[in-house]
């Protein structure tokens, strides 16, 4: 009778693993999460997850709706609750703390060689954790200037490209120029102000992020990271060639304002491009310019989009190659060109719609070689620093209400408090 027990469980287990990635001998179900929310996106992801299914019906995605806003908790309430979409949609800044927490799963075994080989070292060191790859770089948001070409015109400025961009200098010295009665030469939107400072700060030496020989990160505030933090400042609260009222704004708060006149330009993400070319009045003329260029040049930090897989999802492999599917040389383009953004692949980038000179795509993909990790890449409890600490900081030096050695101190007396939390 114990034999036959054993001989039993031995059939029982060999029955349960005889059709790997299968529930029920039916076809895997694997769930999708995506983040597109412009309409284009969106419509290309599910037409992709259509072709997949069509192709593959031993392996179904279902394409599940997420959202940009609330995406960090929702994600953490539904892998400590067990309930985790198998492919995540995320940004790369926000994978540290995920994949650390033992919620992704570390994809170096699992990805085939082409992938690996298409999107450079670069854009991988963005989901490196450890000695871990929990993310695939997908997509990537340089931030450019978008400028009312007619004013340009007119103010009779030097127009940069990114073989001669301005220097941050330059870039204050043209907005007192295209400034006048009833408008401002720049308008800056910085309701998140960390990620646009310090990834536009790489540009003049920035990186205030320092790794020991240790491994512990610690906050230094050094003059390439007060570069453009001064420019801002100085912009407007001293040549008041930028309005103070839009430093809470996010970028879509201040197209009216472009389309009106009241500002010349806007320092925006790539992807805004989308929204002008919809919403622009007739006769506009618009143009995308390279960021300013200080002793680094035109390098400046990116945090790409990712698609990683969840460590509780049982079937990696057929998620896996869900991704390699979604990011074909030809598929990574059409999803760049649904959002307006960059792909990270090294074949997509080298597809002519991308290089058009319609829509600033010429001058976005030629900064491309340029994009770095963004300086908190791999950092730990950087969401807390940004966001207890950081964006107050930076908030009440743009608006003039403390100084610069008092934002220096906070970033980094504060600041330093908070990550040797994380790094104990």
Known sequence: MRTLAKVLAVLLLLAGCSSPGHRDGGPVTLRFQSLAWQQESVAANKELVREWNAGHPDVKVEYVQGSWDSVHDQLLTSFEGGEAPDVVHDASDDLADFAYGG??????????????SDIPPGSWRTATFGHGVYGVPFLQEPRVLIANADLLRAAKVRVPTPRHPWSWAEFREVAKRLSGPGRYGVAWPLKEPV??????????????????ADGKVTVRFTEGDAVVPRTVHDQVAVDHSAPASTLGS???????????GRYAMVPLGFSYRQQ????????????VLPAPAGAEGLTQGVSPQTLSVSADCPHKKEAVAFIDFLLRPENMVRLALGDW??????????????????????????LASRLRPAPA??????????????????????????????LR????????????????
Do not use: C
């Open 103 to 116: 919620y992704l799963a570390d994809l170096t075994g699992l990805l085939p060689a082409r992938l690996r």
């Open 195 to 212: 990620s646009a400072t310090l990834n536009l700060s790489l540009s003049a030496g920035g990186r205030l992020f320092h790794r020991g």
């Open 250 to 260: 996010g970028g879509s708060d201040t197209l009216p304002g472009f389309f009106a």
């Open 276 to 287: 002008i070319a919809q919403q622009a009045p007739e006769g506009f003329h618009w143009q």
């Open 341 to 366: 953004m960059l792909p990270t692949g090294t074949q997509a980038l080298k597809d002519p719609a991308l290089h058009a000179a319609g829509n600033g795509w010429a001058t976005g993909t030629a």
């Open 377 to 406: 890449q791999s950092v730990r409890g950087y969401p807390e620093w940004k966001d207890k600490v950081a964006t107050p900081a930076y908030q009440e030096y743009y608006s003039g209400a403390i100084g610069l050695p008092e």
């Open 409 to 424: 101190g906070r970033l980094e007396r504060d600041g330093n408090l908070v990550l040797a939390r994380y790094q104990r």
